[in-house]
């Protein structure tokens, strides 16, 4: 199957990054892809560490989840996206939240954010709610996907525990940060995640001025199978099934392993 990484720089206009969106969904699919991955926070961004996000956050019923999945039942292609969600509980905050949407317009699943960038210098947790661990895995083209956020991939065991949870490849929408080192981190913890759990990695950044763009496809072996470079824009790569299988004969690490990453509120039950 054909899959895609798309990128933009999302702003404060809600409508224009809901343009943006819906152009790169159909720009996808009209060159065949089944799958496009956008980045986190596409509906709203503002990367001031004081923006108050609440007053922009959206229920997952609200416009721009309506709006993606119309444009995926529209073009026919899987879309998965980044949001901020409306709080549904006590502490107020929006949660930082990543919907997959089929190519028939239905929901497949909801992954609300657990590990928040309170790093090199910003504090997500203060205006976001992290979550408990669920996993949010969906099968297209005889692969399984399993979703999670950015700052997620410094973590190893989010990635191996969507792995116990089936997933094949794993899907990052992201707004990574620029600063010192920052792509060589981007592009060295892509390629990790990729190499150690034997798993086609999907991970679609933010551009600049705030972000370092450099969406990327990663093949189980840690290959370079597609690379978005800097500007806005789509790079695909196809993902095979039989490339999983081929590389996890040579490298069976995860037959090989001893134990099993484990703990609280780690679990495989979807939430909606």
Request: contains cysteine; hydrophobic residues 45%.
């Amino acid at each position: 199957m054909l899959a895609s990484v798309a990128q933009f720089a999302a702003a404060t206009d809600k409508s224009a990054n809901l343009g943006t969106v819906s152009a790169l969904i159909q720009r996808a699919a009209a060159s065949g892809n089944e799958l496009v991955v956008l980045p986190e926070n596409a509906m709203w961004s503002d990367p001031g560490h004081a923006a108050d996000i609440t007053t922009a956050a959206e229920p997952l019923d609200g416009p721009f989840t309506v709006a993606v999945e119309k444009s995926a039942r529209e073009f026919g292609i899987t879309v998965v996206v980044g949001m901020s969600e409306a709080s549904h509980h006590d502490s107020g905050k929006p949660t930082n939240t990543v919907i997959a949407v089929g190519s028939d317009g239905t929901r497949l699943g909801v992954y609300r954010k657990v590990h928040l960038y309170d790093a090199f210098g910003y504090r997500e947790s203060d205006r976001i709610e992290a979550r408990a661990p669920q996993a949010l895995t969906f099968t297209l083209g005889g692969i399984t996907f399993g979703v999670m956020t950015c700052y997620d991939i410094r973590f190893p065991e989010m990635a191996r525990f969507l792995v116990d949870a089936g997933a094949q490849a794993l899907i990052l929408p992201a707004a990574w940060a620029v600063g010192p080192a920052k792509e060589d981190h981007w592009m060295t913890l892509a390629r990790a995640r990729a190499i150690e759990n034997t798993v086609y990695v999907l991970a679609s950044g933010q551009t600049g001025p705030a972000c370092t763009g450099q969406s990327t496809i990663i093949d189980p072996m840690g290959h370079l199978a597609a690379s978005a470079g800097e500007a806005p824009g789509i790079a695909s790569a196809v993902l095979d099934p039989s490339r999983l299988e081929t590389v996890r004969a040579k490298n069976p690490s995860l037959a090989n392993r001893k134990f099993a990453v484990t703990g609280m509120g780690l679990s495989a039950t979807r939430e909606y």
